[in-house]
């Protein structure tokens, strides 16, 4: 059993800044990449950021530069820096977890519960 357990998010007004943690804990042996993804209403659920336990990261096009994003391997833990932001950030965002249960299992995919941003103009 593996819980990915999400806090941060809110309410902020436009140019604001909020910071994400993400928890994974549970029947873990490898995590290989932890991340966010957000899906606005009527809108698919896109990738916001990731990084790899090699320390790589990805951004969507739309937040380079503004958000950052973080890991503490030790602690099964990521963080989302999100600063700048705007209206259209308005979204759920969930964390994601890539990981295996044990040496030589395959990967898989686990989901936070998801979290409301709300940027108001």
């Known amino acids: 059993q593996v819980h990915l357990v999400e806090s941060g998010g809110g309410l902020v007004q436009a140019g604001g800044s909020l910071r994400f943690s993400c928890a994974a804990s549970g029947s873990i042996f490898s995590i290989k990449s932890m991340g966010w993804y957000r899906q606005a209403p009527g809108k698919q659920r896109e990738l916001v950021a990731i990084?790899?336990?090699?320390?790589?990261?990805n951004f969507a096009g739309s937040v380079q530069g503004r958000f950052t994003i973080s890991r503490d391997n030790a602690k099964n833990t990521a963080y989302l820096q999100m600063n700048s932001l705007k209206p259209e950030d308005t979204a759920v965002y969930y964390c994601?977890?890539?990981?295996?249960?044990?040496?030589?299992?395959?990967?898989?995919?686990?989901w936070g519960q998801g979290t409301q941003v709300t940027v108001s103009s």
């Open positions: 990084i790899t336990s090699g320390g790589g990261t």
């Open positions: 994601n977890a890539v990981l295996s249960y044990n040496s030589g299992g395959a990967y898989y995919d686990h």
